[in-house]
């Protein structure tokens, strides 16, 4: 069978950088998927859209109730408030005085990245006219609503569906966009079957409230399309000077149905990785991506496991992975007492949420290392971020300061998959702001030596920082912005103080003998 070839001019909102195809996937039973036609690069731009065709403002997080997901703009009652907020935490220095509302965070990131002017009043009235009065209407019935209960649809999922039908109604959507939200492949197999109750209310809810004049089952088709095709929003979260909060470095802003960045299929190790800028979309390279390759993003997030993302994708995707990580990579001890025992510690790491005792996991390390695995192998790096997080807990930032050093400089580069490169800005924040801690706190498990090697390593990392953002999400984002304001902030002016590459290898490589590491190639520094 000759297999059609979708062409980007067929798609006038993706700005791509290299020509991409849309045609059948190399994963046998995938059905379609995208493919580069020229070399990409790591970490470059792949396409952007700069408002998919379907933006719901995740109303479940408190900073984003007041933003208009119809322009993607605040009002500026919140932001009054949220700049107040701001000014009475104006982050004072330091990991030891990190504000404890995580939920500031997500204000700072939301409000730098979201337009901060004020919505035009035409454009509450038109969304309240075309679809708002009805997705409110509808909402706040289903809040009192306590018929089946266990197949309630998440408020985000509802909202943009109904959205999708109010647009469609109002003849907002252009035939050819209406096209491609009924041509999205729908969820099948088990993932059917455990969405099928879901669908069902939906459905039920839809035609009582009357939210639309399409078919039942054209409904339950978009249903069905939206849940096998939706992004989450996720835009990197901006951090205090030196501090971070805990968690992935991102937040999620909301969600999108975008039909032309759905056609990316699934792998656990992917070579692409999406992120957004407010509401404007990215695709971005993990690693080089040579011409002909199909693209992949990783529906489940990066996960070590073999058993939990086998797993996760069944319960979440309703399909069998086969992707080459699968079949052909490394798996954790599946049988024998090291399974025994890896059993053991994942029962502790659910039951205690301080982690499992510090001890037990160096010894399963140990054995690991001794039945031939490496340290990049499940569980070994999760049980060195185990002991990294109980050493915190315990107060101890120096040891704290040790066990990341290996994690970032030698752990991350054999782990597989590999992090993408956000996590690995993440760690190199974590990495700034532990240097940061160290050189404050008196200790005597740090020798003077060592503590004055350390602001230069700070200011050079720091300034890497810098690149690393700008080469990771690009250089005119709110967060490589961000960033740099920060370095100046702590740093100065002076751009080319912490250039010195030479001799902050020399100094790294100390403080890397101290902390027990040896050997780390110089490229990984
Ligand atoms: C977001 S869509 C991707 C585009 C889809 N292939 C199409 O033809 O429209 C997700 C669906 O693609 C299929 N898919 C994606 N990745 C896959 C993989 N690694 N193995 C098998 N099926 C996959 C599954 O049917 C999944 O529910």
Not at 202 to 217: G, H, P
Not at 322 to 334: A, H, I, T, V, Y
């Amino acid at each position: 069978m000759s297999q059609a070839v979708q062409h980007l001019d067929s798609f006038a909102r993706v700005k791509a950088t290299v020509p991409l195809e849309i045609r059948q996937s190399s994963i046998p039973v995938a059905g379609r998927g995208m493919f580069a036609t020229e070399l990409i690069s790591a970490q470059n731009l792949i396409f952007s859209i700069a408002k998919p065709l379907l933006c719901i403002v995740d109303d479940g997080a408190e900073a984003l109730r007041n933003i208009c997901d119809n322009c993607f703009a605040t009002r500026k009652g919140i932001y009054q408030t949220i700049r107040e907020r701001r000014l009475t935490y104006d982050f004072p220095d330091g990991i030891l005085n990190k504000p404890s509302n995580l939920k500031s965070w997500t204000f700072l990131s939301i409000l730098r990245i979201i337009n901060s002017s004020d919505p035009p009043e035409a454009c509450r009235i038109e969304a309240w006219e075309h679809h708002h009065r009805v997705e409110c209407t509808v909402l706040s019935q289903m809040h009192h609503d306590l018929r089946g209960v266990e197949n309630k649809v998440p408020a985000r999922s509802m909202r943009a569906l109904i959205r999708l039908m109010c647009l469609y109604d109002a003849g907002m959507i252009p035939a050819a966009e209406w096209e491609e939200f009924m041509s999205l492949k729908v969820t099948s197999g088990i993932g059917r079957e455990k969405l099928a109750g879901h669908v069902e209310y939906l459905a039920e809810i839809v035609d009582y409230y009357k939210v639309t004049k399409l078919e039942k089952s054209v409904v339950k088709q978009l249903a069905y399309a939206h849940f096998n095709n939706n992004l989450v929003m996720d835009q990197p979260l901006l951090r205090n000077s030196f501090s971070y909060p805990s968690g992935n470095g991102c937040v999620t802003s909301g969600v999108c149905l975008e039909p032309f960045a759905s056609m990316i299929n699934h792998s656990c190790q992917p070579n692409s990785w999406w992120t957004f800028n407010g509401s404007e979309f990215q695709l971005r390279a993990v690693r080089d991506i040579p011409t002909g390759e199909e693209l992949s993003i990783s529906y489940i997030g990066i996960t070590a496991s073999y058993r939990s993302r086998q797993e996760n994708i069944i319960k979440d995707w309703g399909f069998e992975c086969s992707c080459l990580l699968c079949k052909e990579g490394p798996q954790e001890p599946m049988e024998g007492p090291l399974h025994e025992n890896l059993l053991e510690i994942q029962k502790l790491e659910r039951s205690t949420p301080v982690g499992s005792p510090l001890q037990m996991n160096q010894d399963f390390i140990d054995e690991m290392l001794l039945s031939g695995y490496h340290l990049g192998n499940y569980p070994i790096p999760y049980l060195y971020r185990q002991i990294y997080t109980a050493t915190l807990r315990k107060g101890d930032n120096i040891e704290g300061l040790k066990v990341y050093l290996k994690i970032y400089f030698e752990i991350e580069h054999v782990v597989i998959p590999p992090p993408f490169p956000d996590d690995r800005i993440n760690s190199l924040k974590k990495v700034i702001s532990l240097i940061r801690t160290a050189e404050l706190v008196e200790s005597l498990l740090i020798t003077e030596e060592i503590k004055s090697l350390l602001p230069y390593i700070r200011g050079f990392l720091s300034k890497k920082l810098c690149r690393e953002t700008e080469k990771c999400f690009g250089p005119d984002t709110e967060i490589a912005k961000f960033e740099r304001e920060q370095h100046q902030k702590m740093f100065g002016q002076s751009t080319n103080a912490y250039d010195d590459r030479e001799r902050y290898v020399n100094d790294i490589n100390k403080v890397l003998g101290w902390a027990g590491l040896t050997n780390i190639p110089e490229m990984n520094l």
